[in-house]
Each structure stands twice: as C-alpha cells, then as structure tokens.
C-alpha cells in the first residue's frame, strides 16, 4: 500500500475515534442545525400545524350544478400537501365580519354566474381574499388553492377552457417554504459542520501539545491534514438524515430530487469547507473560537447566499462576489432542484464546486502547515506588550 495513502487512512480512522470518544463535541453538530430548523418552524409555520386552515367558502351561484358542486368537492378533499385547506361554507356577511377581525385567513368565493359561465364556455373567475398578514403566509395560503384550482380544470374542463396562469407549467405539488427548509438547513449544517470538524481536529493538536510530534515526524505532513479533513466530510453528515426525518414528520414531506445529486454537490461543497476548517484551525489555535467562526460564516451564507434574506442587505458588490463562490452554485442546483425539478443547471454547478473542492484539498494542507508555523496569537500578544510599553 501507498506510504501516503496509509498516512491519510491512519489520520482519518484517528480522528472519527477521537470524535467518538467526546460525544459532547459531536452533539454540537446535530443539535444547533436542529435549533434552526425548530425555530424557522415555529416563526414561519403558523398555517401548518393542525386539522387544517379555517377557509371560508362563500357560494353565490343560486343555480349550482356539475361544475359548482365540483369545484366545491374538490375545495373539501383531504389534502396531504400541507398547508390543507377546511372550508366552512358561510355567507357573505359573515365571511367578511371574521376576516376583517382576522378570525379567519383565507375567503373563496364562488360568484354568481360561475355555472352558467362554464357551462356556455364563457368568462369567469372566482374571489380569493387572502389576508397579507407577511409575504410569507400570504404566499403559502394562495398555493393550495391554486393546487386545487389546477386540479378543478384538469378533471372537469381539460380541453375547452382557458386560466389566468400558467397551467403548463404548474406543477401538481407545489412544495410550500417550510417543505424545503430543511433541505436549505442541511447545507448550513454541513458547512458548520466540515468548518467545525476540520477546525478542531487542528486545534486539538495545539491544544494537546502534539502538533510539533506531527510536523517533525518522517510522515507529510500535507497528508496527515488531509486525512483530517475527510474525516470532518464524514462527521458533516450526521445532521441531514435527522432533519429530513424531523420535517416528514412535521410537515409530510420527503424533499423533491434524487439523493445522488444532494450527495454529490453537498460532498464536494463539504470538502470545500473543511479545507477552509483546517486552515482556521492553524490560524486561531483554539476551539472555543473555531465555534464561533463556522457557525457565523455558515449560517452567513446560508441566510444571504441561500435567499433567505435578500443581497442588497450587504451590498451589490457582495451579489457579484458571490456567483463566483461555490455555495452559490450548490444552493441554487439543490433548490431549483426541489422547486422546479430541473437540473439545467447542474453541470455548471458541479464543475464549479468540484473546481473549488480539487483545489482546497490540494492547497489548503500547504497553506495550514506553512500557517501552523506561526503563532499569529502570540505575535497579537507581542504586538500588544509593545502598545502598551509605549
């Protein structure tokens, strides 16, 4: 077997043991994804949880038949798709008395006229109020009635009658925010994680006193840190099952897309990550900053790059700077992914990341050992005595 390649296995199955022996450390990666996964919840899924959300149905046709009493079915079919829709039929009235109080969300209302209309092959339309409490809600409550909406035109009139949207391209599930939003958490988990992992497996070296044992060893030393960081790929995975069983647990839903796609942009998005572990982990020394740096700089770009706030909030310069970084391109393969089903863009995306992957793991060994011959705390230390002598 290959000298090198010993020396990498060697470091890899070390550090998953030394991992395992703190499980303390390793709880670190699963629980803080989780608390953003649970608080995104709680703040954004209010119209998920429950028997269903409150609708009122308002019917003024006076002569309902096929297409009246249909469009009615439909609106009251269980729906596994959250969130689901409870008409309660009403009158107009009253309809308007609980909206305007906000006891009641969401009104659908059937105009007189909507049979004959259909019937002739004539105009019409139905009333949606929805109340624009956030943009978030207000999106979320209009999706099921277009769901349903879609599926009316498709069973009682699919060859002779025109919509106001896009039935082409209307898809039959249309996943709601909070569907996907593990998916999004996941990546953040596996970039703190990568970050966190590599990070400590090289502080612990400074920490423990052991780094110069490694540097003058007769082994590479390129290839001991780079054993650590496919160890911090492996440790990077541990959050993603639980999320994604946590939120078909929650919510119903299994995130759209092949897992080969996830496993491949996310692996080479985590080997991009550790690389950038290893090199902090030279530089800060210590872990009880290492923490900090992955989950800020994760959870920066997960809440900026993965659009969950928009760029402007850092500046135009930043939404130039970051098309050319790979989190970019994994966000926007894996979203699209599970948004549309498309993959148009995924060859591009991957060759970036894998661009990006192939040179971090070969350069960032280099950079962390020339970096790890420095005390850069020290030298701060230094610089400070001499201030204050001054």
Same mark, same amino acid.
């Given at each position: 077997? =290959?000298? *090198?390649?010993?020396?990498?296995?060697?470091?890899?199955?070390?550090?998953?043991?030394?991992?395992?022996?703190?499980?303390? &450390?390793?709880? !670190?990666?699963?629980?803080?994804?989780?608390?953003?996964?649970?608080?995104?919840?709680?703040?954004?899924? +209010?119209?998920?949880? +429950?028997?269903?959300?409150?609708?009122?149905?308002?019917?003024?046709?006076?002569?309902?038949?096929?297409?009246?009493?249909?469009?009615?079915?439909?609106?009251?079919?269980?729906?596994?798709?959250?969130?689901?829709?409870?008409?309660?039929?009403?009158?107009?009235?009253?309809?308007?008395?609980?909206?305007?109080?906000?006891?009641?969300?969401?009104?659908?209302?059937?105009?007189?006229?909507?049979?004959?209309?259909?019937?002739?092959?004539?105009?019409?339309?139905?009333?949606?109020?929805?109340?624009?409490?956030?943009?978030?809600? /207000?999106? =979320?409550?209009?999706?099921?009635?277009?769901?349903?909406?879609?599926?009316?035109?498709?069973?009682?009139?699919?060859?002779?009658?025109?919509?106001?949207?896009?039935?082409?391209?209307?898809?039959?599930?249309?996943?709601?925010?909070?569907?996907?939003?593990?998916?999004?958490?996941?990546?953040?988990?596996?970039?703190?994680?990568?970050?966190?992992?590599? +990070?400590?497996?090289?502080?612990?070296?400074?920490?423990? &006193? /052991?780094?110069?044992?490694?540097?003058?060893?007769?082994?590479?030393?390129?290839?001991?840190?780079?054993? &650590?960081?496919?160890?911090?790929?492996?440790? $990077?995975?541990?959050?993603?099952?639980?999320?994604? /069983?946590?939120?078909?647990?929650?919510?119903?839903?299994?995130?759209?897309?092949?897992?080969? /796609?996830?496993?491949?942009?996310?692996?080479? !998005? *985590?080997?991009?990550?550790?690389?950038?572990?290893?090199?902090?982990?030279?530089?800060?020394?210590? $872990?009880?900053?290492?923490?900090?740096?992955?989950?800020?700089?994760?959870?920066?770009?997960?809440?900026?790059?993965?659009?969950?706030?928009?760029?402007?909030?850092?500046?135009? $310069?930043?939404?130039?700077?970051?098309?050319?970084?790979?989190?970019?391109?994994?966000?926007?393969? !894996?979203?699209?992914?599970?948004?549309?089903?498309?993959? $148009?863009?995924?060859?591009?995306?991957?060759?970036?990341?894998?661009?990006?992957?192939?040179?971090?793991?070969?350069? *960032?060994?280099?950079?962390?050992?020339?970096?790890?011959?420095? =005390?850069?705390?020290? &030298?701060?230390? =230094? !610089?400070?005595?001499?201030?204050?002598?001054?």
């Amino acid at each position: 077997m =290959n000298q *090198s390649f010993r020396v990498v296995k060697a470091c890899f199955f070390k550090e998953l043991r030394v991992w395992r022996r703190n499980p303390r &450390k390793l709880m !670190l990666v699963i629980l803080l994804p989780l608390m953003f996964f649970i608080g995104f919840s709680l703040l954004m899924g +209010g119209v998920y949880y +429950g028997a269903g959300v409150d609708t009122a149905l308002v019917v003024e046709e006076q002569n309902p038949g096929l297409y009246t009493n249909g469009l009615i079915e439909i609106l009251q079919e269980s729906d596994t798709i959250p969130p689901r829709l409870n008409p309660i039929p009403m009158d107009a009235e009253t309809a308007d008395a609980l909206f305007q109080s906000g006891d009641i969300l969401l009104v659908i209302t059937i105009p007189e006229g909507f049979e004959e209309a259909l019937a002739s092959n004539g105009t019409t339309s139905i009333h949606i109020q929805v109340a624009n409490i956030h943009e978030d809600l /207000t999106k =979320n409550l209009r999706m099921p009635v277009i769901r349903k909406i879609d599926i009316f035109y498709q069973t009682y009139l699919p060859n002779h009658s025109l919509v106001d949207f896009e039935i082409e391209t209307l898809r039959p599930f249309s996943p709601p925010r909070l569907g996907y939003m593990a998916w999004t958490i996941a990546i953040y988990s596996i970039m703190f994680s990568a970050i966190f992992a590599a +990070g400590s497996a090289m502080t612990q070296e400074f920490e423990q &006193k /052991t780094m110069n044992e490694l540097t003058l060893s007769n082994q590479p030393p390129q290839y001991i840190y780079i054993g &650590k960081m496919f160890s911090a790929v492996v440790i $990077s995975f541990i959050a993603p099952p639980i999320l994604f /069983t946590l939120s078909y647990l929650m919510f119903g839903i299994w995130p759209l897309g092949d897992l080969l /796609t996830f496993f491949l942009l996310t692996t080479l !998005l *985590s080997l991009f990550c550790s690389g950038i572990g290893i090199i902090a982990g030279a530089v800060f020394r210590n $872990s009880v900053f290492v923490v900090p740096v992955a989950a800020l700089g994760g959870i920066f770009y997960w809440i900026v790059g993965g659009g969950i706030a928009p760029l402007e909030l850092v500046g135009s $310069s930043f939404g130039a700077f970051n098309e050319y970084l790979p989190v970019a391109n994994v966000y926007r393969s !894996l979203i699209r992914m599970f948004i549309d089903g498309s993959y $148009s863009w995924l060859i591009v995306d991957i060759s970036v990341i894998g661009i990006f992957a192939l040179v971090f793991v070969v350069l *960032s060994p280099f950079v962390a050992h020339r970096v790890a011959q420095v =005390n850069f705390g020290q &030298k701060l230390q =230094n !610089l400070r005595s001499r201030r204050k002598r001054k």
